[in-house]
């Protein structure tokens, strides 16, 4: 899922201190977003909505700068090591993670489940740490995956610091597309999950994302006390009752949000 603002490059043509050269290069980089695979000079240009010989020279640059490389078979492009040096140093300079870090890896010794700590982007929460369970996915242990802010558990916690009149301009612009059979996807039974977690001062979703799965999310507050991130508790229903899980993870979570608040 693009965030907001790589969406919004396309419609910056009216800023006049916009690097429109720039803002194309960084599209064909954001091309890569939800790809199968290698992407061909024609996929990356229809992707990124520029030509095809414009998509020709960007990509070259890309690949003598180390951020691109073909394929193995030559056929088409792929990300190359320099973006990660490029996640790493994001990681590594933020405040948040650094702070975080150890609460977290505490937090995932005295729970034994999977935790994360995911940044609120809009319309979606971007992982930004996973220390991991037993029961994983490929996909779902990568830095950088996303989720819908409004069917997740941290999501409906970053919601429930906003006020109302901004919930509902979240809700009325997300893509209310269910991921799983259980998904909300009605805006009044998210508003009602968003008041709940405003009672009980956290969040508890089951099967919103995964099935099987039940998660418990807590926001994290920035210097202004708007919500910046939350933290996320998943289990698996085969060994935990929501409401025997909640009882048992919640103080904790909380414990560890009120940590990195205070760090």
């Known amino acids: 899922m693009p965030s907001a603002k790589l969406k919004n490059v396309v419609n910056s043509h009216d800023d006049p201190i916009f690097v429109q050269s720039l803002g194309r290069a960084v599209r064909v980089l954001a091309a890569f977003q939800g790809a199968d695979g290698p992407l061909s000079l024609a996929e990356i240009a229809s992707r990124a909505g520029i030509t095809r010989s414009a998509a020709q020279r960007i990509a070259h640059s890309f690949r003598e700068l ?152 807590v926001a994290v507050p920035g210097p202004d006390n708007r919500p910046i991130a939350a933290i996320h508790i998943a289990g698996s229903l085969s060994e935990w009752q929501p409401e025997e899980f909640r009882r048992r993870v919640a103080p904790l979570a909380s414990e560890a949000v009120n940590a990195i608040a205070s760090s």
């Open 66 to 217: 180390g951020y691109m490389r073909l394929s193995s078979d030559g056929r088409g492009f792929l990300l190359d090591l320099g973006i990660l040096d490029l996640a790493y140093d994001y990681l590594r300079l933020n405040p948040l993670l650094r702070r975080a870090s150890p609460v977290l890896l505490e937090l995932r010794r005295n729970v034994r489940e999977r935790v994360d700590l995911s940044l609120f982007d809009g319309q979606r929460m971007v992982y930004a740490a996973r220390m991991q369970s037993k029961r994983e996915m490929f996909f779902a242990t990568l830095i950088g995956n996303s989720v819908p802010t409004f069917c997740t558990s941290g999501g409906w916690a970053v919601m429930a610091m906003l006020p109302d009149i901004e919930v509902d301009r979240l809700l009325a612009a997300a893509d209310l597309r269910p991921v799983t059979p259980r998904t909300l996807t009605d805006p009044q039974s998210i508003r009602e999950q968003i008041a709940l977690t405003r009672q009980n001062g956290h969040a508890l979703a089951v099967e919103q994302i995964l099935m099987g799965e039940v998660a418990l999310g």
